[in-house]
């Protein structure tokens, strides 16, 4: 592709359609262009000719047929993730989908081979894992400041009623297959990537008011070589369980999140040396020493916190505006993919065995 504007069709005008990609595209008017919309509510369509200045169609199939377009954003629900990718990536155009790209490994393979067959960008959309403080959580971790990490917990829940269509298991709903893939994204960036990880998951559905996928899930991975990773998703957490995330390594840890991150660690060079007790206590007494403590924080800048999305993380806009970024140097040739499809892959096949191991029942019409 030459180094022009590119042209944007996005399916689905709905809360990450319009509220993430929309808002970020039309901030970019160097970079790109919004031509067309697809949505089935007549409402968001005149809002899509009278913001954007696009055609708007009803169904995803008739934008896809008109074309105009370079780049097919793929914000549909997630049951069309995989049909309208393939459909788009056949019909000539480029595509970013939202997440979950899929339900299964099978599926999302399809998708890879659409991509390779056609020759055309296939790019999965993760923007909490360009987040200002999950880069400097990568930067501390891999500093070696904290030693071997040994076990990270992180809980993405808060406490609310759902009744919409993302708590039917029909529509792919859930809070994994909704809130899982952003942590579980970030999750395997904190894991070996030569490690497979062993799997071990408890969901639930306790939803009143009509849903039948799970409103609760503990996850845990591990793995030889690996830390021990647990993650807690749920809608009953009334109090907060401490930060976003706990990482605890043989030299120090870290605690925060979004907002903010602190850490403490030592150097053992630095530290007393001591003499191992081949008996009994001294003193009737446990072993004590103060350690040579170096504690450090970081936080976000508060112009980069506003019109953040999300409720069980806040996200902000810049991670969107760097995913942009990236594929627009992608498709002129000038830089390669930040999210992966190898990476996402792994991520699926770990919400497919989460599911396995929790078969849930179907609510009947």
């Not at 970019?28 to 005149?46: F, S």
């Not at 788009?88 to 997440?99: I, P």
């Not at 959580?137 to 040994?150: N, W």
């Not at 899982?180 to 799997?199: R, S, T």
């Amino acid at each position: 592709m030459q180094d022009k504007i590119i042209r944007i069709g996005i399916a689905g005008q709905g809360r990450s359609g319009y509220k993430i990609h929309a808002e970020r595209l039309t901030k970019k008017q160097d970079q790109y262009r919004i031509t067309a919309v697809a949505d089935q509510l007549p409402e968001r369509r005149a809002d899509a000719r009278n913001e954007f200045g696009a055609r708007a169609y009803a169904d995803y199939k008739d934008l896809i047929r008109a074309g105009g377009f370079d780049l097919f954003v793929n914000a549909l629900p997630s049951p069309l993730h995989v049909p309208a990718t393939i459909e788009a990536l056949q019909a000539g155009y480029h595509v970013v989908c939202e997440k979950p790209m899929a339900k299964s490994v099978a599926d999302f393979d399809k998708m890879v081979a659409a991509s390779k067959k056609t020759g055309l960008l296939l790019a999965p959309f993760q923007n909490n894992r360009l987040q200002p403080f999950f880069d400097k959580m990568m930067e501390i971790i891999q500093s070696g400041v904290l030693g071997k990490i040994i076990y990270i917990r992180t809980t993405w829940s808060y406490f609310s009623r759902r009744w919409d269509w993302q708590t039917l298991q029909q529509n792919m709903g859930g809070c994994l297959f909704n809130t899982g893939p952003h942590v579980v994204d970030q999750a395997l960036m904190l894991f070996p990537e030569n490690v497979k990880p062993k799997i071990f998951c408890r969901m639930a559905c306790n939803n009143q008011l009509g849903g039948d996928a799970e409103d609760f899930c503990a996850l845990t991975l591990y793995g030889s070589g690996a830390p021990t990773i647990e993650i807690n998703i749920s809608s009953y957490l009334a109090y907060p369980q401490g930060e976003r995330y706990s990482i605890c390594g043989t030299l120090g840890g870290l605690s925060g999140g979004e907002f903010q991150l602190r850490w403490k660690y030592y150097d053992p060079q630095k530290a007393p040396k001591q003499k191992f007790w081949k008996k009994w206590s001294v003193d009737r007494q446990y072993p004590h020493e103060e350690l040579p403590w170096v504690e450090k924080s970081w936080q976000i800048e508060q112009e980069k916190t506003k019109n953040a999305v999300g409720y069980t993380l806040r996200s902000f806009p810049i991670g969107a505006e760097r995913f942009y970024d990236n594929i627009h140097n992608v498709l002129h040739g000038k830089e390669e993919l930040i999210i992966t499809l190898p990476q996402v892959r792994r991520q699926i096949a770990i919400l497919e065995e989460a599911h396995r191991q929790n078969k849930l029942p179907i609510k009947k019409d």
